[in-house]
């Protein structure tokens, strides 16, 4: 047994565990004990029920896996918390099945200004692309609008498409369109955020979006009702994380307004989950802005608070085009996207971001584009010098053979999500698959390619592009199959896919000395599971639930 500071009653101790450490020099244990938040000792049950106190809780494993809190890598929680009472259209298919998901719906939320469906496949209809006709047909007289799943593109009806002002389409910035009808009228299909932000205003909700769309604050400021209601959401969304199994929240959008909320929430109650958020940098932005980025590092700065990234959007989506692509798309051989940097934009305000000690993340999918960011960080460190930066690239769907080993030689983190490849999850393979061609299918979400070439990669959901659930993650990578043979296996192992949800989200906010793993010193985050995850078959996974999830020594979620 490891014990660190103990001599006293611990607070809280988990017997009858198969406790994973994840710390190689001390893999296995029966039981944990914690103090003030910390855990104090790891060992056989005999050794830690020496430490129990007439006022120390216990909690009874039954046998299941005891692991490190999950480390949510890559997700937008203010959206996803107010997604979760929008219409979940995932799994429909067919126009009557949509018609009847639609319908249902409708009349739930009477007084709604603006009715939100969301996770549409591309492929609802078949071959055929939604238009806003399909939608009157449905839904005449109520605006509504639904997403896709990766939240990049938007289909209306003409009422909604009316009341926002863009019936007659609008110029847009680089990357975003409004897909016209032959008629000289939108068609319905929205892509991108400038394109579908009339439309999402009109649901009320625009405060939610903000860390995404602008990366500014509210104007005016909400009302106290307003910010009540807006800590709610937030609330929901931390409690749907603490329900599985999540310790700490890598945000990926993210503005003063979002830390403001948390730190009143965390001044009241206290936080079920640690929450990084970024400041979001845009491409109408200019660099002295990031003096912002700066401001909100210094001022939340603590474990369960922080700030200290810019996140940065570089293309959009395989599935609308958008993506940027060194080769033009399999499927549209004229065509490699458009970028939302131009590429020494872009290296400049990698310098300029660099520069402020910061950490630079960024959503790049296609080759092209994360070449680019590459070349950015590159640039960076040309200028600045080299240093311990952990600059992340946000999906890499797609890489070329001669960026994998860039990863390893300029320090770049790998953030990747196990859900996103279509056919592993929920993402069904078309059109994907056919808009990247076969001759980039080897190195399309090549998880296993860049952890062989020395890249630190680190899983995460995107939630709400992608169901929350890190279990289902770990499945999804575990039982990943490749869509040629001739393909490599990008597959991970049951131990890599826990690792890269908890040791590497360590390491990817520099935390890695105090979580990711269960050891005296560190943080008491921790889950416990419903059964032996190492004894679980692949194709069972799904079913293993956390029962118990602590934060910071707390209970956050009991099952």
């Not at 490849?421 to 994907?432: I, N």
């Not at 597959?491 to 908890?502: C, M, V, W």
């Not at 050891?519 to 069972?540: F, H, N």
Request: glycine share 10%; with cysteine; aromatic share 6%.
């Amino acid at each position: 047994m490891s014990v660190t500071g103990a001599g006293h009653n611990a607070d809280l101790i988990v017997i009858n565990g198969h406790v994973l450490t994840m710390d190689d020099d001390n893999p296995t244990a029966e039981a944990v004990a914690v103090k003030d938040g910390t855990i104090i000792a790891i060992g056989s049950r005999a050794s830690i029920e020496e430490l129990k106190g007439p006022a120390t809780k216990v909690i009874d494993a039954k046998g299941g896996s005891v692991i490190p809190g999950f480390i949510e890598a890559h997700m937008h929680l203010f959206s996803g918390g107010a997604e979760l009472a929008h219409l979940q259209l995932g799994g429909v298919h067919g126009f009557e099945a949509l018609q009847k998901a639609i319908r249902d719906y409708a009349p739930t939320r009477p007084h709604a200004a603006m009715l939100v469906g969301q996770g549409v496949d591309y492929t609802v209809l078949g071959s055929e692309r939604v238009t806003r006709h399909h939608l009157d047909q449905i839904l005449p007289d109520r605006p509504f609008c639904m997403a896709a799943p990766d939240h990049h593109t938007m289909w209306a009806n003409t009422k909604a498409l009316v009341m926002a002002g863009i019936l007659h389409g609008r110029t847009l910035g680089p990357g975003n369109e409004i897909v016209m009808g032959d008629d000289g009228l939108a068609a319905g299909e929205l892509r991108e955020g400038e394109a579908f932000g009339p439309v999402l205003d009109l649901a009320g909700e625009s405060r939610v979006r903000l860390g995404l769309a602008t990366g500014g604050e509210p104007d005016p400021m909400p009302s106290a009702e307003e910010r009540a209601a807006d800590r709610d959401i937030m609330r929901r969304g931390l409690a749907w994380c603490a329900r599985h199994g999540i310790t700490s929240i890598q945000n990926m959008d993210g503005n003063l307004y979002q830390l403001e909320l948390l730190a009143e929430i965390e001044a009241a109650e206290g936080l079920p989950c640690r929450v990084q958020i970024p400041f979001h940098y845009k491409n109408f932005m200019t660099l002295d802005m990031l003096d912002k980025a700066s401001v909100m590092t210094e001022r939340y700065n603590s474990e369960w608070l922080s700030s200290g990234m810019v996140k940065v959007f570089y293309d959009g989506v395989l599935d609308s085009w958008t993506a940027v692509m060194v080769e033009p798309y399999a499927d549209r051989t004229d065509w490699v996207g458009e970028p939302l940097f131009t590429p020494q934009q872009f290296i400049d305000l990698a310098v300029a971001v660099d520069r402020r000690g910061l950490q630079i993340a960024v959503h790049s999918i296609g080759d092209g584009a994360v070449r680019a960011v590459l070349d950015g960080y590159e640039a960076a460190q040309k200028a600045n010098g080299k240093r311990d930066s952990r600059h992340r690239v946000e999906h890499i769907e797609v890489i070329t053979t001669s960026d994998v080993p860039r990863f390893a030689e300029l320090g770049v983190i790998a953030s990747m999500q196990p859900p996103h490849p279509p056919g592993a999850m929920d993402f069904p393979l078309e059109p994907t698959v056919s808009r990247i061609g076969p001759a980039r299918w080897p190195l399309s979400y090549a998880w296993r390619t860049l952890k062989n070439a020395g890249a630190h990669v680190v899983f995460a959901s995107d939630w709400p592009v992608s169901p929350i659930d890190p279990i289902l993650g770990i499945q999804a990578a575990v039982m990943r199959k490749p869509w040629a043979e001739s393909d490599p296996d990008q597959s991970f192992s049951l131990h890599e896919s826990l690792t890269a949800y908890t040791v590497e989200g360590a390491y990817a906010e520099f935390a890695e000395h105090r979580k990711g793993m269960l050891k005296p010193g560190y943080m008491a985050d921790l889950v416990v599971l419903s059964d032996d995850i190492e004894r679980t078959a692949p194709a069972e996974l799904h079913r293993l639930r956390p029962v118990t999830t602590i934060c910071g020594g707390k209970v956050t979620y009991q099952a």
